[in-house]
Nanobody, 117 residues
Framework: QVQLVESGGGLVQAGGSLRLSCAASGDVRQFFTMNWYRQPPGKQRELVAT???????TYGEPVKGRFSISRDNAKNSWDLQMNSLKPEDTAVYFC???????????WGQGTQVTVSS
């Protein structure tokens, strides 16, 4: 059973930066895709960023140019660097990884990010 644990959330002022990390219980290189989602208060969960095993990266429109996803093989984790944060980035951030395009994946428990104006 794969386990994912997020860390790095917190409270930051608008314009600031945070770095989230998603630690996997096994070798991070086994993942087919590595993703970050977020769920703002009262809204649906949305995709923030995806990194595939082949190195392809995509971002949601609201975060393009400000957020960056990367993988750390040594730490068996994938990270989300968030710069120029805005109050509308306030959400619970979840990591999600799947081992195959044909099977379900695994969610972390979520970490709160709050951006004050």
């Amino acid at each position: 059973q794969v386990q994912l644990v997020e860390s790095g959330g917190g409270l930051v002022q608008a314009g600031g930066s945070l770095r989230l990390s998603c630690a996997a219980s096994g070798d991070v290189r086994q993942f087919f895709t590595m993703n970050w989602y977020r769920q703002p208060p009262g809204k649906q969960r949305e995709l923030v960023a995806t990194l595939t095993s082949g190195g392809r990266i995509t971002y949601g429109e609201p975060v393009k140019g400000r957020f960056s996803i990367s993988r750390d093989n040594a730490k068996n984790s994938w990270d989300l660097q968030m710069n120029s944060l805005k109050p509308e980035d306030t959400a619970v951030y979840f990591c999600y990884g799947n081992l195959s395009p044909y099977a379900g994946g695994y969610w972390g428990q979520g970490t709160q990010v709050t951006v004050s104006s």
